[in-house]
């Protein structure tokens, strides 16, 4: 839908398959031919047709590794440690990260703090703050991100290494009613913080889908925002 005619023109290469994710889509070229060199001519002449395609923006990688490998080796490739803070997704962005071997070398851990006086105890968001905005807004994604950075900022630089912290609070299902104002299910804030950056950026998602469909939907989403932040 994005590209059409992409398909045909790469199976002038070689058969083409995707296998869709929760969040992307693999798409593998098979390619045959007589020498090495001309499968790696096969291989130029299919980059060349995807990235001058409208396709490129969405590329986050080339290979067969998952998107928590990718992070954990570019984090090590950085030098940088990074941490979430999780309220509706539970600790899934922990789960996906700590099934990849050795990333205890740039992965610090995950603050989940599901409950509001969890928030207000362990990251000091403002309880006035909670009340006033909700739990789900701009506001407190970013009061997240800034009190887990600074629970883990001391041994960033103990160990001499840049941190990156990442925070997500979103409704998984059923409508809010805030002030007024209705808050959607499916609607997330992930904060941003970072070694040397004052200002914590902040992006809004929304997403469709049942209870465990939109929390999936979150944890992927943060976990390409910290893959781009790294």
């Not at 950085?78 to 996906?96: D, M, Y």
């Not at 809004?204 to 989403?221: I, N, P, Y």
């Amino acid at each position: 839908e994005i590209v059409p005619g992409l398909w045909e023109d790469l199976e002038e290469i070689g058969a083409v398959s995707s296998l869709p994710h929760t969040m992307n889509v693999d798409i593998s070229l098979h390619l045959q031919a007589e020498s090495k060199k001309f499968i790696e001519e096969l291989k130029e002449r299919a980059r060349a047709i995807i990235y001058q395609s409208a396709l490129k923006e969405y590329i986050w990688q080339e290979g067969g590794m998952s998107l928590e490998e990718l992070i954990v080796a570019r984090a090590k490739e950085k030098k940088t440690l990074f941490a979430f803070a999780e309220s509706c997704t539970g600790g899934r962005c922990a789960a996906q990260i700590t099934k990849v071997s050795g990333c205890s070398e740039v992965f610090l851990g995950s603050l989940v703090t599901y409950d509001s006086d969890l928030k207000v105890k362990m990251l000091n968001v403002s309880k006035d703050m909670l009340r006033e905005k909700s739990a789900i807004s701009q506001e407190v994604a970013e009061a997240m991100a800034v009190g887990t950075f600074h629970h883990f900022e001391s041994l960033s630089k103990e160990r001499g290494m840049n941190l990156v912290v990442l925070s997500v609070t979103g409704l998984a299902e059923g409508d809010l009613l805030h002030g007024g104002e209705k808050i959607p299910a499916g609607r997330a804030y992930m904060g941003i913080k970072k070694t040397g950056e004052s200002e914590v950026k902040v992006e809004e998602s929304h997403f469709f889908g049942d209870r465990k469909k939109r929390q999936e939907r979150f944890a992927m989403k943060l976990l390409f925002l910290l893959l781009d932040n790294l």
